[in-house]
């Protein structure tokens, strides 16, 4: 039985083989960890496979999805509550210039802000304004990406209780890699927003 971090190593490494090749899992893992969990899972990584998981990230994702997640693997974030709101602020409207207000989309910026502030920063960060420059000014995986890691900053049983009621493969995901780390917080959320238990769904 693989612990946490083996088998984030685990899901991420199938699903960047390039037969079975699943940017959307691949994303959603790395993009819902911790900086201290990627850098353990990817000590894992490299013992078990022989690879960098920067390698693999480098062969298989394009474009600024790649570069979002390299940035955000290989950054280390702080991860304490302290939040220094005059960055905050000055992130927020860095982030609104970005997106909004230009021609295009500075894509640099949002890789920025979103891979080396803390969890606690981005939530101070968001507001309706940044979730609108997402949804309208970036697509694909590099939406996905900046909305897992976005949603994980804020409340993260949420987030894997509303990825749970996708498909049963998300559904597989979640009970592996969570149980032992927040489950009883994404059964909570999961009720909250389905108004049905987690064994109803699984039965």
Not at 82 to 111: C, H, N, P, Q, S
Not at 149 to 172: M, V, Y
């Amino acid at each position: 039985m693989h612990d946490p971090p083996g088998r984030d190593a685990m899901i991420v490494r199938q699903a960047l083989r390039k037969d079975l090749l699943n940017l959307e899992t691949a994303t959603e893992v790395i993009c819902s960890r911790t900086s201290s969990q990627i850098q353990v899972f990817k000590q894992h990584y490299y013992a078990k496979y022989g690879v960098h998981l920067e390698h693999d990230i480098e062969l298989r994702a394009s474009g600024d999805h790649k570069k979002l997640l390299l940035a955000y693997v290989s950054t280390p974030r702080y991860e304490g509550r302290e939040v220094d709101r005059a960055m905050a602020e000055k992130d927020a409207k860095a982030l609104y210039k970005a997106g909004e207000k230009r021609w295009g989309t500075d894509e640099k910026t949002f890789i920025r802000v979103f891979c080396e502030r803390s969890a606690a920063h981005l939530t101070a960060v968001d507001s309706p304004l940044s979730r609108h420059a997402i949804k309208n000014e970036t697509s694909g995986q590099f939406e996905h990406a900046l909305k897992t890691i976005l949603q994980c900053s804020e409340n993260p049983a949420k987030h894997f209780a509303k990825l749970w009621g996708h498909n049963d493969s998300a559904l597989i995901r979640v009970i592996v890699t969570r149980t032992e780390i927040d489950m009883q917080y994404i059964k909570a959320e999961y009720r909250k927003e389905y108004k049905k238990t987690l064994n109803d769904a699984v039965n």
